[in-house]
């Protein structure tokens, strides 16, 4: 299995901070990566695909880059409904797997 | 819109098995693909499995090979997760979602709200 580990597993910042979130793949994933946000007690939701095309509606602060197995998701300037937690998802190959998560802190 | 609802929660003791349904909407359902994770406290989300509607055509992950069947039925657009043989740490909250695909690369878009399924004796 293709084991996505996310860093770090918390962050603290404040808003207007500009954050980087890294993933990295245990063996090359190609473009195959994606981004979710999630709320507490909420299902997931895309925010990107395919390592940087966002999702219809997800603010452009969001960006992805990367390929490979070296992965980051940044939001350019933090407002005040970011802070949730977000993880990685591969789609290189079944099992698909995901980032243990990252949270955000004020 | 597309949406996918899923059944309620339930309590089941070790042993038991458990289904959970997820009732589609707003696309057509044999075009798109249904997956299922779960999702413990405080973990990240894990993939269970997928089915293609078109056939009926699925795919587990290897953890979950003899326990997990995915079933779905076109006459009501609903795909079934059914988990046997429950253990306490199958306790978690399970989600559907609907498959997109581009390039090769499969994301996850929607999900169900959730269905907390807990195990305990």
């Known amino acids: 299995d293709i084991q996505m580990t996310q860093s770090p597993s918390s962050l603290s910042a404040s808003v207007g901070d500009r954050v980087t979130i890294t993933c990295r793949a245990s063996?090359?994933?190609?473009?195959?990566l994606n981004w979710y946000q999630q709320r507490p007690g909420q299902a997931p939701t895309l925010l990107i695909q395919?390592?940087?095309t966002l999702r219809s509606g997800v603010p452009s602060r969001f960006s992805g880059s990367g390929s490979g197995t070296d992965f980051t998701l940044t939001i350019s300037s933090l407002q005040p409904e970011d802070f949730l937690t977000y993880y990685c998802q591969q789609s290189s190959g079944t099992p698909y797997t995901f980032g243990q998560g990252t949270k955000l802190e004020i | 819109q597309v949406l996918l609802v899923q059944s309620g929660a339930e309590v089941k003791k070790p042993g038991a098995s458990v289904k959970v349904s997820c009732k589609t909407s707003g696309y057509t359902f044999i075009n798109s693909f249904i997956h299922w994770m779960r999702q413990a406290p405080g973990q990240g989300p894990e993939w269970l499995g997928m089915i293609n509607p078109s056939g009926g055509w699925t795919s587990y992950s290897q953890k979950f090979q003899g326990r997990l069947t995915v079933t779905r039925d076109t006459s009501t657009t609903t795909v079934y997760l059914e988990l046997s043989n429950l253990r306490s740490d199958d306790t978690a909250v399970y989600y559907c979602a609907r498959d997109n695909y581009e390039s090769g690369n499969d994301w996850f878009d929607p999900w169900g709200q959730g269905t907390l399924v807990t195990v305990s004796s």
């Open positions: 063996q090359t994933v190609g473009t195959h």
């Open positions: 395919g390592v940087s």
